[in-house]
């Protein structure tokens, strides 16, 4: 690990762990997210890095989750046999970039909860048509599958703006891969099924020069709602 990485580290984790307690992968994936963990404490967004001394069936290596107003990254790569599934078969750089998009994905995450705005649509975005069903519970379901969705498209559309930003060079890659783990998705239409945002980001400079990757992201993000209404 790079040295400039351990007060960040020592700063976010939370709980039993230290940066000393860190198996290689979690070193791996933390050193990779790095520049988007303090980019993000520049802008004080309140994250908590939590490491799970042991994965459940199922967890994927990195998410977001929030409690009592702070946003947990919670790491799950313990016992863990598919944690790097989602990178084959890349190379180590290809590895290192990939994470970092998908920090800055997570991030996006806690971007949108420290604004009060999770779940919540654009301001004057009006829904073209309501969800029907005739079972209350197929219902709920849906309209849940579609908050999730539209989540996940603007946190990937942070994730983009983030790699124009950063890594110009190698934003078509960065889409590339998104684009195929996106249609890769078992559902059509399911909770990460975000492909009608991907469209319309294939070009990295749809995102301009202007304000933070999570501000450029929004206008994007508004353009998709259209086509997800």
């Known amino acids: 690990m790079h040295i400039s990485t351990f007060p960040l580290l020592l700063t976010l984790l939370s709980g039993a762990a230290s940066a000393a307690q860190l198996t290689e992968m979690e070193t ?3 050193t990779a997210g790095a520049p988007v963990l303090a980019y993000a404490k ?15 069936p199922n967890d994927v290596p990195m998410a977001m989750g929030f409690d009592h107003g702070r946003c947990k990254l919670v790491l799950s790569m313990r016992g863990n046999p598919h944690a790097e599934d989602i990178l084959q078969p890349l190379s180590a750089g290809q590895r290192t970039l990939m994470i970092e998009a998908m920090t800055a994905h997570e991030v996006g995450h806690c971007w949108r909860y420290a604004q009060g705005a999770w779940h919540e649509l654009p301001t004057g975005f009006v829904e073209a048509g309501t969800q029907q069903a005739d079972d209350p519970a197929l219902l709920q ?7 999730t969705r539209r989540e996940e498209a603007y946190s990937d559309l942070v994730a983009l703006a983030w790699t124009e930003r950063r890594h110009p060079d190698q934003y078509a890659q960065v889409y590339g891969w998104l684009k195929q783990v996106r249609h890769d998705q078992p559902v059509a239409g399911g909770s990460h099924d975000t492909q009608a945002w991907l469209q319309l980001a294939r070009d990295g400079a749809v995102f301009g020069a202007a304000g933070t990757p999570f501000e450029q992201a929004s206008a994007l993000w508004g353009e998709g709602l259209l086509k997800d209404d």
């Open 28 to 30: 791996r994936w933390l």
């Open 42 to 56: 520049e802008l004080k967004l309140p994250i908590d890095i939590i490491v799970q001394p042991e994965a459940h």
């Open 141 to 147: 379901m849906a309209q849940s599958l579609r908050e």
